[in-house]
C-alpha cells in the first residue's frame, strides 16, 4: 500500500487519505474534523475527494468487481470472516477514534457497538455461503434462480453509528458479490479509514473496497452520478435522499434510502410502569441522535401524572459528560450546527405555544443540548411532526387504543415504533395497525439480522437485512431447463 497521511488520534494512527484500488490517495483539498468532546481540538484534515477522485473510485471498483465477483463464494465468504477477526482485535482502536471523533459513549462503542460491526461481516458471510438456487419443475422444464453480483455499489453513510452503519451496508454488497465505494459522513469520517485498513488486511482484492472521503454534494453527488455504479445503497436524511434518487433514477439503479424517524412509544395503562418509565428515559441516549428513537411518547390518560412524575426522576439521572468516562449516560452533540438546529426546533415549539415541561437549553460548556420534553399544543405542531434528532421528546394523552394508533400513525414517518403493554391481544392488534417497518412491544432495539429492515413513508424505501440485502445486491435471473435437454 502507498504511504498516506496518517494523524495520531488518541492513540490510534489514522489515514486521512482514500482507499481508491488498494492504494492510499490523497487529495489536494481536506476537510476539517474536529472532536464533539472538545471542539477546540482539531483531529485531523481529511483529504476532500471531488469529481476526478469519484472518477477514479469507480474505475477502481468496476475493475475491482472483475476480480471479486470471480471468486467462488466460499473464497469471498472467508475474506469476510478475516475482516470481521481483524474488527474484533482492533475493538479498543475502533471504540476510541468513533467517541473522539463522532462524540459515541466510549463504553456502548467498546462493549458492543464495534463486536456488532465485526458480526455484519460474519452473518452475511454465512449468509452468501448458505443460499441455495430455488429450483422447481413447470411444464416440462426445470426453473433455476440465480443472484447475479449487480456491480459497483456506492454506499453512503450518515454521521450517527458511522462504525456500525457502514459495516451493516458494506457487509452484504461484498457478500453478494459486488465491489464497494463507501463514502462515509464528513462530520464522523475516522473510523471508515480504519475499516478501509482493516479490508486491506484481511485480503480483499485492490478496488474490491473503495473508501473516498468529502463532502456529500461534492463527491457523494458525484459518485451516485456515475453511469458504471450499478447500486446504491444509502442512509440519511430524506433531503439527500431526494438528490440520491434522483441520481439513481437518471441511470436507472435501484437505490435503497434508510432515513429518519419520528417513532412513538406508546404507554397503556396495563404495561409494567417502571419498565416504560426506563425504556422512555433510555430515548435520550447517545442525546437523541438514534433514527430508531421513540420520541413521541403516547401515554394513556389515566397513568399520565403518574409516567411523568417517573419519568422526571429518572431522566434527572441520567448524566451528561464526557464520553470517554463510564459514568456518562447522554453523549454530546456531534457537531455545533446539529447543536443549533435542535434548539432551534425548541425554540419555535416555544414560540408556537408549545410547553417545555423540562430541559429546553443548551449547555454552556459542552455540546450538550439539556434533557428536554415537550408538551405540544396541537398534534400537528413542527416539534411532533418533524425529525428533531436530539434529546427532544414530546408527550401526549390518549383515552382509547384506537386513539393512540391514530397518533401514533400521523406523522409522514414509519420507520419504527415501540409499544408497553400487559396484554398479548393488545400488542398483536396495535403491532397490526401501526404503520412502521419495525414494531417493538415491551422491548427496544434487539433484532436479529436476518429481520427485514427498514421504513414507511418518509423514513424510507427498500428493505436491508438478511436475504432482503442480498436480493438488492444481487440481479435475480431465471434460468429454464427443458426437461428433454440431453447432455
Ligand atoms: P445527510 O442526509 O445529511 O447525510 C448522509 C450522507 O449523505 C453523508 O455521507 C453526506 O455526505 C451524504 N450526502 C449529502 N448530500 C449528498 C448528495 N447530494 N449526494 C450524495 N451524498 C450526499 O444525513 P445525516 O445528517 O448525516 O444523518 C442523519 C439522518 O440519517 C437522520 O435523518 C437520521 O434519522 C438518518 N438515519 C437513518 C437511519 C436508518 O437506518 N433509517 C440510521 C441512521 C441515521
Not at 411444464?139 to 456500525?164: K, L, S, Y
Not at 390518560?301 to 448524566?319: G, K, P, Q, Y
Not at 386513539?403 to 420507520?415: C, F, K, M, P, Q
Amino acid at each position: 500500500m502507498a504511504e498516506s497521511a496518517r494523524v495520531a488520534v488518541g492513540s490510534v494512527e489514522v489515514s486521512v487519505d482514500h482507499l481508491i484500488g488498494g492504494e492510499r490517495v490523497a487529495s489536494a483539498g481536506t476537510f476539517e474534523c474536529r472532536s464533539p468532546l472538545d471542539w477546540d481540538h482539531k483531529l485531523a484534515d481529511v483529504s476532500r475527494g471531488d469529481a476526478s477522485t469519484a472518477e477514479r473510485a469507480v474505475s477502481a471498483a468496476v475493475d475491482g468487481f472483475d476480480t471479486w465477483s470471480a471468486l467462488p463464494v466460499r473464497e469471498r465468504a472467508a475474506a469476510l470472516r478475516r475482516l470481521g477477526d481483524l474488527i474484533e482485535t482492533s475493538n479498543d482502536d475502533i471504540a476510541l477514534v468513533e467517541t473522539l471523533d463522532m462524540g459515541f459513549l466510549h463504553r456502548s462503542m467498546r462493549e458492543r457497538l464495534v463486536a456488532r460491526g465485526a458480526l455484519n461481516f460474519r452473518f452475511y458471510a454465512d449468509m452468501a455461503e448458505a443460499h441455495d438456487e430455488p429450483r422447481w419443475p413447470a411444464r416440462g422444464t426445470a426453473h433455476t434462480v440465480q443472484r447475479m453480483p449487480a456491480g459497483p455499489a456506492v454506499v453512503i453513510t450518515p454521521w450517527n453509528a458511522p462504525f456500525m452503519l457502514a459495516t451493516w451496508k458494506v457487509a452484504p454488497a461484498l457478500a453478494a458479490g459486488n465491489s464497494v465505494v463507501l463514502k462515509p459522513a464528513e462530520w464522523s469520517p475516522l473510523s471508515a479509514s480504519l475499516l478501509a485498513d482493516l479490508t486491506v488486511g484481511a485480503g480483499l482484492p485492490p478496488g474490491a473496497f473503495n473508501l473516498v472521503q468529502g463532502i456529500g454534494s461534492e463527491v457523494g453527488a458525484a459518485l451516485t452520478a456515475d453511469p458504471r455504479v450499478r447500486r446504491v445503497s444509502f442512509t440519511g436524511s430524506p433531503e439527500t435522499a431526494r438528490h440520491i434518487g434522483a441520481a439513481a433514477a437518471a441511470n436507472i439503479v435501484p437505490f435503497t434510502a434508510e432515513l429518519g424517524g419520528k417513532g412513538p412509544l406508546i404507554v397503556f395503562a396495563d404495561c409494567d410502569l417502571e419498565a416504560a418509565v426506563e425504556q422512555a428515559a433510555a430515548q435520550y441516549e447517545d442525546s437523541g441522535q438514534v433514527c430508531l428513537a421513540g420520541t413521541r411518547l403516547l401515554v394513556e390518560a389515566s397513568i399520565l401524572d403518574d409516567f411523568l412524575e417517573a419519568l422526571r426522576v429518572r431522566t434527572e439521572a441520567h448524566v451528561l459528560g464526557d464520553s470517554r468516562d463510564d459514568s456518562t449516560t447522554i453523549a454530546p452533540m456531534v457537531h455545533p450546527d446539529h447543536l443549533a438546529r435542535v434548539e432551534g426546533f425548541v425554540e419555535r415549539a416555544r414560540a408556537a405555544g408549545d410547553t417545555v415541561v423540562w430541559g429546553g437549553r443548551r449547555r454552556a460548556d459542552s455540546l450538550h443540548y439539556e434533557l428536554t420534553l415537550i408538551e405540544p399544543a396541537s398534534n400537528d405542531s413542527e416539534i411532533v411532526q418533524r425529525e428533531v434528532f436530539g434529546p427532544v421528546l414530546t408527550i401526549q394523552a390518549f383515552a382509547t387504543e384506537a386513539e393512540a394508533v391514530d397518533l401514533a400513525n400521523s406523522t409522514r414517518y414509519g420507520l419504527s415504533a415501540i409499544v408497553y403493554t400487559g396484554s398479548a391481544d393488545r400488542a398483536e392488534r396495535v403491532g397490526a395497525a401501526v404503520r412502521a417497518g419495525i414494531v417493538w412491544t415491551n422491548t427496544f432495539l434487539v433484532r436479529d439480522l436476518a429481520a427485514p429492515f427498514g421504513g414507511c413513508g418518509l423514513s424510507g424505501i427498500g428493505r436491508e437485512g438478511g436475504d432482503h440485502a442480498l436480493d438488492f445486491h444481487s440481479d435475480l435471473k431465471t434460468l429454464i431447463l427443458a426437461d428433454n435437454t440431453t447432455a
